[in-house]
């Protein structure tokens, strides 16, 4: 951790180093945008002065300018917020580093090295109070447990928020700037407004398009209306379609509602397969729900193995007298032929990443279900008892 916490340290550095250029540059972008905006429009009330119309090419070539250097500020712009979010969450992934070294301590399983003690702070005291609490009520959660689902809490928001600004936020900008441009060219060009404007419906419905999409995956609405059915059904048409990959939906048998934590929980373990799956390249991948007296899920993928040639070596039978040279051959030929073929077996198997499956066990757990993988990992196995008193609810 203490490496970690260096390497970190030099990473903010260069962060903060790269803020100060993007900055510098977004003002001399904005500078210069400015400039243009002031000339263009002395351009055009001298022309009016002069009881005429600004030249077409210049004032065409001064929009130009104008929209360019636009973009370029604004682009700047993007980018120190990219970079100041990002300093932000190695800022808290750095301290949480040091939260996590206390909560160590706290539980008493790594032996840490004694810090020197510091009865007269405020951190020292609130300690000092957070554990005498703890001691009186020993039922309570423990300070270290509450600050790890605290960040826990903490990562997800920031998750959600990078999501937020990298995807909707970003297409919204751009939005405001097709915005920004067709206003000016209304006056000056309405042809070229005409088409400007089209490209902004584009846009627009582009960006709603986006915002469903994000919104689906921070919290799909028709898991609550609907269930689990429906909602994997859009799930894997949606991931097939932006993955381009066919990703197969079936359900057996009666479809039931299920308690939201189970229901919630097992969408986003299978939901989160069908992202790996897709994330490694299968050539297709298959989702099927089977329901009886428990609720069976599995998730497989499979990609298309490579065409191998055919073995040509002829069959002369183990009674042929050949040279030991020809006969040699012939068998690395064979050899290389089963080689081959096993080769496209392989590849053709399509492996859960271990990282994805080790997380998929602890939640199964959590929720108490049953998680197997078959043994070349190319399907999930998830298996859940359905309560008593909902077994027999169909879905709404």
Request: net charge negative; proline share 6%; charged share 25%.
């Amino acid at each position: 951790m203490a490496e970690e916490l260096a390497h970190l340290d030099g990473e903010l550095a260069e962060v903060d180093l790269l803020i100060a250029q993007a900055r510098t540059e977004a003002t001399r972008h904005e500078t210069r945008r400015a400039a243009a905006g002031e000339k263009l429009t002395s351009a055009t009330a001298a022309a009016a002065a002069a009881g005429s119309t600004i030249d077409p090419t210049v004032a065409a070539d001064l929009n130009t300018q104008l929209v360019l250097l636009t973009k370029r500020a604004a682009l700047m712009e993007s980018q120190v917020d990219v970079l100041e979010g990002k300093r932000r969450a190695l800022g808290r992934y750095r301290d949480a580093l040091a939260a996590y070294v206390e909560a160590l301590e706290a539980l008493g399983d790594v032996p840490i090295p004694a810090k020197p003690a510091k009865p007269d702070t405020a951190k020292a005291k609130a300690q000092a109070q957070a554990q005498a609490q703890a001691e009186a009520d020993p039922n309570g959660i423990p300070p270290a447990v509450s600050r790890l689902l605290l960040g826990a809490q903490e990562d997800l928001r920031r998750e959600i928020a990078r999501a937020m600004h990298d995807g909707p936020a970003q297409s919204l900008t751009n939005i405001v700037l097709q915005a920004q441009i067709v206003e000016r060219l209304v006056a000056t060009d309405p042809t070229m407004a005409g088409q400007e404007v089209r490209q902004l419906v584009a846009m627009v419905q582009q960006t709603l398009e986006a915002t469903k999409s994000f919104i689906f995956d921070v919290r799909p609405m028709v898991l609550d209306d609907l269930g689990l059915g429906p909602t994997l059904r859009r799930a894997a048409r949606e991931r097939g379609r932006r993955a381009g990959v066919p990703v197969e939906f079936d359900s057996m048998g009666q479809e039931r509602r299920l308690p939201m934590d189970l229901e919630s929980g097992l969408f986003r373990i299978l939901d989160e397969a069908m992202a790996a799956y897709l994330g490694i390249q299968a050539d297709r991948v298959s989702v099927r729900l089977d329901w009886s007296d428990q609720v069976e899920a599995r998730v497989s993928a499979s990609r298309t193995a490579a065409e191998t040639p055919p073995d040509s070596t002829p069959d002369v039978g183990p009674d042929a007298d050949l040279p030991p040279a020809l006969a040699a051959m012939m068998e690395d030929r064979r050899a290389d032929a089963r080689d081959a073929m096993e080769a496209a077996k392989r590849d053709a198997i399509v492996v859960l990443p271990p990282s994805t499956w080790r997380e998929i066990q602890s939640r199964a757990w959590t929720l108490g279900l049953v998680a197997e993988l078959s043994a070349d990992g190319a399907e999930l196995r998830l298996v859940g008892d359905l309560p008593p008193d909902q077994a027999a609810a169909p879905t709404g």
